[in-house]
């Protein structure tokens, strides 16, 4: 919330003294924050009654209840006298407990508790926003990094949050956070009472560098020709499901996914922490999320917890996954309209939530890599009849949900020897270093925003060229496999990244051959 430094000064009753008082809000629409004006009107000739306008939601209009305990059991009077209390624009509905301290301060400053000439109010623009308990602490609450953003982009000074949020709030430079614990440390803090030093901006460099993934590869005993296709889709960025019993590691091979993606950058990284703060998904005193996420929601989630939405709409599953991997376990078993709701995120890489009075997008570039039995009792039975089970399984899966997953991979048993042997396979490290070269061959060519896994079919032709033989094998696959025209260019796409892992600018046989190979589904149904 933004406390102006200008109150507008009346005269009433013949007595001068600050009867208005404008503090300047945020709106948080998703994860993006926007201006919002808290008017507060006091006439103390009136009846006592208190007024408050503007759409809000539940939350909002008990916070007049919540913000008279906390000021009275702080030592503050309550204003006596009508009081209105107004909140701009008027025909955006008002949502959350973020305006209680707005709300407050506004009605100290219209009893001339806090005035402009001391403290930050001293020629500054502050930006305040939190909660408060009945006994005046200030509690938490979602979109400080939000609220950070608007005060650097409307050019204000200082910004004022719980103290649990200071840390998130600090990421973003050019704005000096300040934690506050209670109303009355926050009176202080503005009346230049208490003397403060804005919360230490973190290293966020330092921070991302120090950052390691908590599984290695090398623990995964055998699986190298998995491991193998997992390197393809890091390195081009590629869509990913594995097939296989249980028990053969598929699961952790997703979660140890994300330690050979390439390190976050700061921007990346902030990306990520705005979603999860307006989530409210960052734990006390967490200022940056570090790591690539990874999410694993359970195959009994509903479509707006995966993709987003609600009554009042909210970041799903796979926007908390942004910029990392988003893991479904047992892929069959998520009901049809759910998957089929990833269609469109896999290729916009953005989910759009529409309402009847607004519609909002929330970023959701992310690698989906999935998991998968044969069958529901995880093995194949011998015979025809086995292979009818799984291919029975199988169909619950949609063709174009298929197609939008570019590699194909089977995690098969892994036997008894290898699990008795000390792990001595692939590790994260040398992973990580054949996904960092083939990233700065695709850098070097297309940018970095833009993977392998992205291309347009007109920059396959241009950028994926092959040689004859790869011509003529990809066409072969093509038509004996029956492959649809997405996954014509899905293998084109794959086969591109194979060739950087190998430093080649022209796409081989081998590397088509290699491509086709993971196409395994395609096969199966």
Request: aromatic letters at 4%.
């Amino acid at each position: 919330m933004i406390l102006g430094p200008d109150f507008l000064i009346e005269l009433r009753s013949g007595m001068l003294s600050p009867m208005i008082a404008r503090v300047q809000s945020f709106l948080l629409s998703g994860i993006d924050a926007s201006s919002c004006e808290i008017e507060v009107d006091l006439d103390p000739a009136d009846i006592d009654r208190q007024i408050l306008v503007g759409l809000p939601d539940a939350a909002v209009k008990e916070s007049l209840e919540r913000v008279r305990s906390a000021l009275m059991n702080s030592g503050y009077a309550f204003p006596v006298g009508r009081t209105l209390i107004n909140l701009a624009p008027a025909d955006v509905r008002k949502e959350g407990p973020m305006y209680d301290l707005p709300i407050a301060l506004g009605l100290l400053s219209v009893q001339g508790v806090v005035r402009p000439g001391s403290g930050l109010l001293n020629g500054r623009r502050t930006l305040v926003a939190g909660e408060l308990a009945l006994d005046g602490r200030v509690r938490p609450v979602r979109g400080c990094i939000a609220a950070a953003l608007l005060a650097r982009e409307k050019r204000f000074e200082s910004l004022i949050v719980p103290a649990e949020n200071a840390a998130e709030a600090a990421v973003v430079t050019d704005v000096n956070v300040f934690g506050v614990r209670t109303i009355t440390e926050l009176v202080g803090l503005l009346q230049g009472e208490l003397d403060a030093e804005p919360f230490p901006a973190p290293d966020v460099l330092s921070m991302l560098e120090q950052a390691r993934p908590e599984i290695d590869f090398a623990e995964v005993r055998g699986q190298e020709s998995v491991k193998r296709a997992i390197v393809v889709a890091a390195a081009g960025g590629h869509n990913l499901v594995m097939l296989g019993p249980a028990g053969t590691g598929k699961t952790m091979m997703a979660k140890a996914l994300p330690g050979i993606l390439p390190p976050l950058t700061p921007d990346e990284a902030l990306e990520i922490t705005r979603i999860y703060s307006a989530a409210g998904l960052l734990g006390p005193g967490r200022g940056l999320v570090t790591q690539r996420p990874v999410r694993t929601p359970h195959h009994t989630a509903s479509s707006p917890a995966i993709v987003g939405g609600g009554a009042v709409p909210k970041a799903g599953e796979i926007s908390l996954a942004h910029r990392g991997v988003l893991f479904l376990d047992e892929l069959p078993e998520f009901p049809r309209s759910v998957l089929e709701t990833l269609r469109q995120p896999l290729e916009d890489h953005v989910v759009t939530i529409a309402r009847a009075n607004s519609t909002l997008q929330f970023p959701a570039s992310f690698m989906l890599v999935a998991a998968m039995n044969p069958t529901p009792k995880g093995d194949i039975s011998p015979g025809q009849v086995g292979q009818r089970e799984m291919e029975r399984y199988l169909s619950r899966i949609s063709g174009p949900v298929l197609d939008r997953i570019d590699i194909h991979i089977e995690a098969p048993a892994v036997p008894y020897k290898e699990l008795r042997s000390a792990p001595v396979g692939t590790s994260t490290a040398t992973m990580r270093n054949q996904v960092a070269a083939a990233r700065a061959r695709q850098t070097e060519r297309q940018g970095p925003t833009t993977p392998n896994a992205r291309l347009s079919g007109k920059q396959l032709d241009t950028l994926a060229p092959l040689d004859a033989q790869a011509e003529s094998l990809l066409g072969s696959a093509i038509t004996e496999l029956g492959l649809s025209a997405r996954a014509y260019d899905k293998i084109r796409r794959v086969s591109r990244t194979i060739a950087d892992l190998d430093d080649a600018d022209t796409i081989t046989a081998v590397h088509v051959s290699e491509a086709v190979s993971y196409r395994l589904l395609d096969r199966k149904l």
